[in-house]
């Protein structure tokens, strides 16, 4: 079993439809991350969590929000979805030691808004 | 947070050593500097961290001048399946009263040739 598993893989939906994407880890780690892809502006920060009753946002957290149910999952919402949030979507995981070694990224939710 | 910077694209043959050069101008006493590989459609993974002079493991060298303000990753003999995003990352210890996420950029695109 992957240690950060993402669902979907991938997912299409309609403008204004409410949509939630999964993470949940084996890592033990307290540390939890989503960001977004596009083509060519590589990864982008949306929300982090340092523990399960932490919350942060990130560099692009408009039109998303968060909950950590756990230590183990972090859920991303797009509360009413729009085309420009179709992205890839990585969920990730450090263990918050020296010089951020530690991270490992999910497989990814690749999401199309139509 | 130190910014770091890098060339979005590099070219290569196959057999060659690619150099990707990275400038941290403001890097912190305590920071370290960590490389990532993304592949198409995969989550980052690590590939190397160091904090001075050099360091070589199985996959990469990283070069790291006294002053600090620069890195370079060295891939020896790359081949085709060493295409990918190389992201380079500065930063120190996480905790949990000042720590942060990282951003991870656009990084370099290194595309490989026969």
């Known amino acids: 079993d992957a240690d950060v598993t993402q669902t979907p893989r991938n997912r299409i939906t309609k403008t204004g439809k409410r949509i939630m994407l999964e993470c949940s880890q084996t890592?033990?780690?307290?540390?939890m991350y989503w960001y977004r892809q596009d083509p060519g502006l590589g990864l982008q920060l949306i929300y982090y969590?340092?523990?399960?009753?932490?919350?942060n946002k990130g560099e692009i957290s408009d039109g998303y929000s968060v909950s950590r149910q756990a230590q183990a999952k972090f859920s991303l919402s797009l509360e009413s979805a729009i085309p420009n949030q179709t992205a890839l979507y990585f969920c990730?995981?450090?263990?918050?030691?020296?010089?951020?070694?530690?991270?490992?990224f999910g497989s990814g939710t690749r999401l199309t808004v139509v | 947070l130190a910014k770091t910077t890098q060339p979005i694209s590099m070219d290569s043959y196959e057999g060659q050593e690619v150099n990707i050069t990275c400038s941290h101008n403001?890097?912190?006493?305590?920071?370290?500097i960590t490389w990532y590989q993304q592949f198409p459609s995969q989550g980052p993974r690590f590939i190397i961290q160091?904090?001075?002079t050099k360091v070589t493991n199985e996959v990469a060298s990283l070069f790291i001048p006294a002053d600090r303000k620069s890195s370079t990753l060295s891939l020896p003999r790359v081949s085709l399946s060493d295409t990918a995003v190389y992201y380079c990352?500065?930063?120190?210890?996480?905790?949990?009263?000042?720590?942060?996420?990282?951003?991870f950029g656009k990084g370099t695109s290194l595309l490989v040739t026969p």
């Open positions: 990730a995981t450090s263990d918050g030691g020296q010089g951020n070694y530690g991270y490992t």
């Open positions: 890592k033990g780690h307290d540390r």
């Open positions: 969590s340092f523990d399960v009753k932490d919350i």
């Open positions: 403001n890097i912190a006493t305590n920071d370290y």
């Open positions: 160091g904090y001075k």
């Open positions: 990352l500065v930063g120190g210890p996480e905790n949990s009263n000042s720590g942060y996420a990282l951003n």
